[in-house]
């Protein structure tokens, strides 16, 4: 053990070893040395984030810092190597033994974590430590809408400028729903818009909600296309904001608006529907029963919710979406099957009509978004910086191989407020699908 360099340890850790080629700075080689695509660790601070957070945190850790450099292909999209390394090894922890003989020939100093990147948002028993100090036992609780706020500026206020360019025009920052295999992202996304309206059975006069709204993109396709008036809520004062200049762009101030503000602030009642795309992901499984029953309250009888999220394979392993995710992406975002859902949704009163998964959709999303960082990468660099361009390279290509494994999955669910067994919801769906 003691002649083995930092590659040959590290590829260790996998089970069968790595299938990409793995350089340390050391001059140490491992894992497939002939393939196209590798990680080189750069330095000690980089081996370190490696050694003391298991799985994909700790090469996160190193790869946003500088410390790991990837080979083969892009920062900004890193696919074609996360394609092979993604569900393809499983992390071999070392006997006692094992981990004492390598203690011994890396040494004891790199087995202290360093401090994260300042990328890295504070772990969930962090937040609650320091939430003690400053603001009291309250601040232990998930998704109080304190540390909800604070979890979305995380994740959307990077710069709406970075998400012009990574979005495309559309400013969607959810599934598209490619209608044909030729179809552009554009065009995708104007048919995701599309097919809710439909779903909701949206007509000119109707009065939606739009939870989690985002930069207001439906919000404007249904006042635009279907004569609705549409209330968008989001936590996010800079998509607000973005949301509240394109309507007036788009002349549709007497239908359209966008309100910074909690989900559970919005007084309005008797909407005709409710559309919750993106949503769910944010607001903590344990919450949905009061988050369904909560929109239950919002809808007039009869009325349409149509839920858009991202959701597990299946329904035995809800929670967290994972470290990297959670301190880096998603801050107390949470993941359950579509099955878990819709049990919610229906013991908050709500009719199940239809129910459907866009897996392969979201993969093909997730591709076009990548392609549009690569397209725009200096831009994207200048205007956030490398660690933040990087980050998002990483998530979005991972979560890309993610979907292609149905490892996660996108379920729209079409529920309806009937009451004692009265709905207008036609006999058989006639929105397209």
């Given at each position: 053990?003691?002649?083995?360099?930092?590659?040959?340890?590290?590829?260790?850790?996998?089970?069968?070893?790595?299938?990409?080629?793995?350089?340390?700075?050391?001059?140490?080689?491992?894992?497939?040395?002939?393939?196209?695509?590798?990680?080189?660790?750069?330095?000690?601070?980089?081996?370190?984030?490696?050694?003391?957070?298991?799985?994909?945190?700790?090469?996160?850790?190193?790869?946003?810092?500088?410390?790991?450099?990837?080979?083969?292909t892009h920062q900004g999209d890193p696919y074609p190597l996360l394609k092979l390394i993604v569900g393809g090894t499983d992390f071999a922890r070392p006997s006692v033994a094992e981990l004492a003989t390598i203690v011994n020939t890396l040494g004891i100093a790199n087995f202290v974590p360093p401090k994260p990147p300042p990328h890295e948002h504070l772990p969930a028993w962090r937040n609650a430590?320091?939430?003690?100090?400053?603001?009291?036992?309250?601040?232990?609780?998930?998704?109080?809408?304190?540390?909800?706020?604070?979890?979305?500026?995380?994740?959307?206020?990077?710069?709406?400028?970075?998400?012009?360019?990574?979005?495309?025009?559309?400013?969607?920052?959810?599934?598209?729903?490619?209608?044909?295999?030729?179809?552009?992202?554009?065009?995708?996304?104007?048919?995701?818009?599309?097919?809710?309206?439909?779903?909701?059975?949206?007509?000119?006069?109707?009065?939606?909600?739009?939870?989690?709204?985002?930069?207001?993109?439906?919000?404007?396709?249904?006042?635009?296309?279907?004569?609705?008036?549409?209330?968008?809520?989001?936590?996010?004062?800079?998509?607000?904001?973005?949301?509240?200049?394109?309507?007036?762009?788009?002349?549709?101030?007497?239908?359209?608006?966008?309100?910074?503000?909690?989900?559970?602030?919005?007084?309005?009642?008797?909407?005709?529907?409710?559309?919750?795309?993106?949503?769910?992901?944010?607001?903590?499984?344990?919450?949905?029963?009061?988050?369904?029953?909560?929109?239950?309250?919002?809808?007039?009888?009869?009325?349409?919710?149509?839920?858009?999220?991202?959701?597990?394979?299946?329904?035995?392993?809800?929670?967290?979406?994972?470290?990297?995710?959670?301190?880096?992406?998603?801050?107390?975002?949470?993941?359950?099957?579509?099955?878990?859902?819709?049990?919610?949704?229906?013991?908050?009163?709500?009719?199940?009509?239809?129910?459907?998964?866009?897996?392969?959709?979201?993969?093909?999303?997730?591709?076009?978004?990548?392609?549009?960082?690569?397209?725009?990468?200096d831009a994207c660099v200048a205007e956030t910086d490398l660690g933040t361009a990087k980050v998002w390279g990483l998530y979005m290509a991972g979560s890309r191989v993610g979907f292609e494994h149905n490892e996660i999955q996108l379920h729209h669910t079409l529920l309806t407020?009937?009451?004692?067994?009265?709905?207008?919801?036609?006999?058989?769906?006639?929105?397209?699908?």
């Amino acid at each position: 053990m003691s002649k083995r360099g930092i590659a040959e340890i590290i590829n260790g850790f996998f089970d069968g070893g790595l299938p990409i080629k793995l350089s340390a700075y050391d001059g140490s080689v491992a894992g497939d040395t002939t393939s196209s695509y590798g990680m080189r660790i750069l330095n000690k601070r980089g081996l370190s984030y490696i050694l003391t957070a298991s799985g994909d945190l700790g090469l996160a850790r190193a790869y946003v810092s500088g410390d790991l450099e990837i080979e083969g292909t892009h920062q900004g999209d890193p696919y074609p190597l996360l394609k092979l390394i993604v569900g393809g090894t499983d992390f071999a922890r070392p006997s006692v033994a094992e981990l004492a003989t390598i203690v011994n020939t890396l040494g004891i100093a790199n087995f202290v974590p360093p401090k994260p990147p300042p990328h890295e948002h504070l772990p969930a028993w962090r937040n609650a430590v320091e939430g003690v100090r400053s603001a009291g036992l309250r601040a232990l609780k998930r998704h109080t809408p304190e540390r909800d706020a604070d979890a979305i500026h995380h994740h959307y206020d990077v710069s709406n400028t970075f998400y012009e360019y990574v979005l495309g025009p559309s400013m969607a920052y959810t599934c598209a729903v490619y209608p044909s295999d030729d179809a552009t992202l554009e065009d995708a996304q104007a048919e995701k818009f599309d097919l809710i309206c439909r779903k909701l059975g949206l007509k000119a006069g109707d009065r939606l909600l739009d939870v989690g709204c985002g930069w207001g993109s439906m919000v404007r396709h249904a006042a635009k296309h279907y004569g609705v008036k549409a209330l968008g809520v989001t936590l996010s004062r800079e998509q607000a904001d973005w949301a509240g200049e394109a309507i007036k762009r788009d002349g549709l101030d007497d239908l359209a608006e966008v309100r910074f503000s909690d989900y559970r602030d919005v007084v309005e009642r008797d909407f005709d529907a409710i559309s919750s795309i993106g949503m769910t992901e944010h607001i903590g499984v344990k919450n949905y029963p009061s988050y369904f029953g909560f929109l239950h309250g919002l809808l007039k009888d009869d009325g349409r919710l149509l839920n858009h999220t991202i959701t597990r394979n299946d329904n035995t392993n809800n929670g967290g979406a994972g470290a990297f995710i959670d301190r880096y992406v998603f801050p107390d975002g949470e993941l359950a099957g579509s099955g878990t859902i819709v049990a919610a949704a229906e013991d908050a009163g709500f009719e199940l009509q239809h129910h459907e998964n866009f897996r392969r959709h979201y993969a093909r999303t997730l591709a076009g978004w990548n392609k549009n960082l690569v397209d725009n990468w200096d831009a994207c660099v200048a205007e956030t910086d490398l660690g933040t361009a990087k980050v998002w390279g990483l998530y979005m290509a991972g979560s890309r191989v993610g979907f292609e494994h149905n490892e996660i999955q996108l379920h729209h669910t079409l529920l309806t407020k009937t009451v004692d067994g009265r709905t207008t919801y036609p006999m058989r769906h006639d929105f397209g699908v």
